[in-house]
């Protein structure tokens, strides 16, 4: 068998993009032949997908799936909205979501699990996808919501397919109450924080940092006024009633009725049903979210590969 040297593994990176171990694995395979190793990780996706890992992916679909007292969302990014629309591609992100509501939030746990229809794990399907599709993917990130009783409703924003799109929305509701009337409740508030786009769940969990920051504004704001400081201290306290109200999901008018406030929907309907309804959690992934696209100058771009 040839010597597996490193200047053969280097030239194979060169020349593929490929991880260092994938390449000594395929020159391995391949008694030191390069061109060979290169067909042994074309065939294996290795190469197509080493190629393009390092190109912007900030499109894709954000997938929801909910089960009685379970629901996950995820997010898988590709480069294009074209992808978004292929079957392939659907089918993935609908498996991931089914395999997080298993395996949970982490990340490094999906990728090992079992990709349903398929014979590899979920890491090793996204390869395979990434070399017949041609673009750049990744599975960016995952959260699930849980309730001892209760449920956990989702609600998907722009949808192009049963539970695929471009906002999902996850609303853990505990309650002993009936359950057809939580499930309609938890969409509604889905819906709710789709629009709304709440920071925090209620007061007492904002951030501090956050929460300084605004009272150090609002403060100085109120002082330029130049009134008492027994005034400004009453200014500033309703202000901080007022950023609650645009920041956490249960200070916020529901979108629904533009009435109540989410804390009192809540309220009325566990009188409705019987049982006290408590929000425990929400999500909410809205697709490409903090992910720096690369702009480009069309005009440049053309005028270059034209040598121009």
Known sequence: MAEITASLVKELREKTGAGMMDCKKALGETAGDVEAAIDWLRKKGLAAAAKKAGRVAAEGLVGVA???????????????????????????????????????????AIKVAACPGSDKNVADQLTALIATIGENMNLRRAVRLEVANGVVASYVHSSIAPGLGKIGCLVALESTGDQARLTELGKQIAMHVAAANPQFLDPSVVDTAALDREKAVLTEQAQASGKPAAVIEKMVEGRIRKYYEEVCLTEQVFVIDQENKISKVLENVGKEIGAPVKLVGFARFALGEGIEKEEKDFAAEVAAQLGR
């Open 66 to 108: 909910a089960a009685g007292t379970k629901g996950v969302a995820v997010e898988v990014n590709a480069e294009t909205d074209f992808v978004a629309r292929n079957e392939q591609f659907q089918g993935f992100v609908n498996a991931v979501a089914t395999v997080a509501l298993a395996a949970g939030s982490d990340i490094e």
